[in-house]
């Protein structure tokens, strides 16, 4: 069926980078998790992700042009997180860049079996021809567990986030904001390959629709892990916030009205 997935990336030192949920992998928009949106585990204590896609994000119904995302995930210590992303794009013959920061915590908390972790991102766009910027703030609370189903581990993710999106452009201001609620499956098909689904609710003044992704990952090496995935995760719907800001994105957490590739990979090192 549709819904089915992958986890449980055999025990190969707590570094195996590919694995789906179990494995630090940075999403588009920075922190660990799925090809989206964050689940509750977090990168190693003294390991680094550095992750980098081409996302055709020229496909999602805007003028933004493709986009490539840089991803780096630092764990600074037991339980926490620190990220920081850069993306490279165009908005019709105009130069952009986006650029962002996150942080993530994995609480020693457990409710009805969900292990919870907590976290948030900035991001900034800023487009030549515009001269002026995007932000977007995230903070998000999201439980994982480990289900069994049809002789496999099954990853599953289940969180809400409030996401806050504000422009100034051409001397216009606005902003919107709003909760969605999320969740994603994962599971593993084979030793070194996983696949994810994810999904995330609409809310009418931030997304287009609301976020689906399906998407696999593969390990290389247990330190390099490539991924391809289907999504319509889009930087940030600007024209929500104000008509002048039409066409414009900048953090990759809101459902846009069309799906594209996004094609990348995954180098882990430290500790």
Not at 217 to 232: C, D, E, F, H, K
Request: hydrophobic share 45%; with cysteine; charged share 15%.
């Amino acid at each position: 069926t549709k819904m089915k997935k992958i986890l449980s990336l055999g025990i190969a030192a707590g570094m195996l980078v590919s694995a789906c949920a179990a494995y630090a992998y940075p999403t588009l928009a920075g922190p660990t998790g799925g090809l989206a949106l964050p689940n509750a585990v977090v990168a190693p204590a003294g390991s680094f992700n550095v992750a980098a896609d081409y996302d055709r994000t020229g496909k999602t119904g805007t003028e933004i042009g493709d986009t490539v995302p840089v991803r780096v995930v630092y764990g600074i210590a037991k339980g926490f997180e620190l990220g920081a992303d850069y993306g490279f794009q165009k908005l019709g013959d105009e130069n952009g860049n986006n650029w962002g920061v996150n942080l993530k915590y994995a609480t020693p908390l457990k409710v009805a079996g969900f292990a919870l972790a907590a976290g948030g991102l900035y991001n900034k766009t800023k487009v030549d021809v515009l001269a002026e910027n995007l932000t977007a703030t995230e903070f998000y609370l999201v439980g994982g567990t480990v289900l069994p189903l049809a002789g496999k581990s099954v990853n599953l993710s289940l969180g809400a986030n409030w996401t806050e999106g504000k422009a100034k452009i051409a001397g216009l201001e606005g902003k919107a904001s709003g909760i969605r609620a999320a969740a994603s499956v994962d599971a593993m098909l084979a030793s070194n390959l996983c696949l994810g689904l994810e999904y995330q609710t609409a809310k009418k003044d931030l997304d287009a629709k609301p976020l689906s992704s399906i998407y696999a990952r593969y390990a290389v090496t247990p330190m390099i892990a490539v991924q391809l995935g289907y999504t319509n995760a889009g930087l940030f719907n600007a024209s929500d916030v104000t008509p002048a800001a039409s066409g414009v994105v900048g953090a990759n957490t809101l459902g846009t009205s069309k799906h594209h590739l996004v094609a990348g990979l995954n180098f882990v090192f430290g500790k």
